[in-house]
C-alpha cells in the first residue's frame, strides 16, 4: 500500500489508515451525525417489527479510529443499504418498505447531488480498477460498483480469526437503481475454487486463501448480478 493516497484511492485500495486519517480530520461531532443521518445506528422503522438493533456505544478517539474502518460499531444489512442508496440517489434520504410507494414530494437531501455523483464514480472504480477490491463482480456491460468489507469478529470481547464479509453492490453507476448486499458469516477459503473473471477477458484465477470481502462476497455479487441483470434490463454498453 503506498505511503500517500488521494481520498478517491483509500476507497479504491480499502485503506483502513487512510479511512482512519479522513475520519479523523472531519471529528467525532460531524461523523457521528452523518451515520446517524444515513441511518445505520439506531434502529429503524420498518413494515415489519422484526428488525435487528445496532448495539449502543459510547464516542470516543479510539471508537472514531475504529468505526472508520468499519471495526467496533454494528448495523444491520438493511439499514447497509438504505446508506448505499442515500450515498448513491443523488443525496435523498429514502424509507425502506416492502411496497413500492412515491416519495417524489417529499424527499430530504442528505448529501450533495455532486458529492454523490462522485462517489458513485469512485465505487464503479472499486469494481473496475486493477487496483480495487472487488474486481470478481466486473460484469461486463452492468456498470457495477461497490464496496468491499472484511470485518473480524468478536469472541468474548477479543478479535478473532472469523470474519464477516460484505459487499455492498450498486448498480449501474451511471444512473443507480439497484443496491444489492451481501453477507457472509464466517466464509472458508476454498484453495480449489476456480474464479472466471467476467468482464470479458477471459482471465482465470485457482485459489481462495485470503478470505477476505474481495474474494467471497464480492464472487457471489457477481454471480447474481450476472444472473437477475437480464431479468432486471440493466444492462449498459460501457465506453472504456
Known sequence: MPSKLTAEQILIRSGNIGSVRIAQSVGIEKFSLFLENLGLLNKMDFDIEEVGQPIPFKWGKCKLATVAFGHGITTTPLQLAKAYSILTNGGFNITPTLI???????????????????INLILRKVVSSKNGTANFANINGYEIGGKTGTAEKSVNGVYSKKKVNTFAAIFPTSKPKFVLIILMDEPKANKEYVYNFKDGTGWKYKGNWRNTAGWTSVEVAGKIIEKIGPILATKYMEVN
Open 100 to 118: 413500492k410507494k412515491d416519495y417524489e414530494n417529499k424527499q430530504e437531501r442528505i448529501l450533495k447531488r455532486a458529492v454523490s455523483e462522485e
